[in-house]
């Protein structure tokens, strides 16, 4: 992926302002051309790769919807998540601790497998 140039870089070079720079950033976020990285840095989105890119807790919150899962239902292993995910299994722990703050899914402890506590809440946007 192909790293934009900096707000410094886009204001010194460009002459713009700081929040110019910054709608530029959003427009190219909200139409999935670029996307924000570590550093304050922003990187090119490739068409067609593909990828959700959406934080690991995010995707987790869809294994609910996507498996019909009820509250008190089973919810998947960290092994069979890291496998499903392409991660690694601290990274879904992690991701699973999340989950668990937020009241959706229940604590795991040695032997007992995490059962969904609450279903997520989905906020739909009006249709135009």
Known sequence: MSELPSLRTLMRDYAVSR?????????????????????????????????????????????????????????PSTTELSTRFGVSRPTVTKALGKLESAGLLSGARQGKQRTVRALPKRTESPEP
Not at 49 to 65: F, K, N, Q, W, Y
Request: net charge negative; charged share 30%; hydrophobic share 40%.
């Open 19 to 75: 929040g110019v720079a910054l709608r530029a950033f959003a427009v190219l976020h909200r139409d999935g051309l670029a996307e924000p990285v570590p550093g304050g840095r922003w990187r090119v989105v490739r068409p067609g790769s593909g990828e959700d890119r959406r934080p690991l807790a995010e995707r987790l919150e869809d294994v609910i919807t996507d498996d019909n899962l009820a509250v008190g239902a089973s919810f």
